[in-house]
């Protein structure tokens, strides 16, 4: 898959990136997760564009793209630059591997759980493991996840959108009473 095409099952042309080896998981909405190999493609990608699939995923697909094969040093600097670094207390980087996700229908979001669990597992498989635990980055946050017995279980910080919803209901719910709702 990642640096190679061991395990891919299928191909993903990226605008920005090309056409990258990819692999299908099913968490069971499905998936499409590509490894890379650092983070300049990773902020290469342009995610405001559609993506192609080679063979196109019938039910459609989210994308995820994950810097796979960069080590602790490679992401120092980066995680430096963009969140003053995460060092453990010996100054050691302990850095979750950077992803990015394309909900299908949606475009990129924050961050995406199921996608988050797929991009694991993929990660996991092109290390030769099928079980094991992998720490992930997205824009909205950090998750490590834990794949082992066929389940994904992920720990990390929630953010509730709750408040959100609920003055966009209270504002439709105005729209409908006034008769002004589409």
Known sequence: MPCGDGGADTSVAIPGLGERPALSVNMPNPHTVVLLNDVDELEKARLTEEPTYDPIPSEGTNLELVVASATSRDLAGYYSAKEGGCLDGKGDLQAPLPMRVLERGVGETLACGTGTCAAALAVLLSRGHREGEVKLRSPGGTL???IEKGACIFDGPCH???????????????????????
């Open 144 to 146: 490590t996840v834990r």
């Open 160 to 182: 509730s959108g709750r408040r959100i919803l609920a003055h966009r209901r209270r504002r439709i719910q105005r729209r409908i009473a006034a008769g002004t709702a589409r």
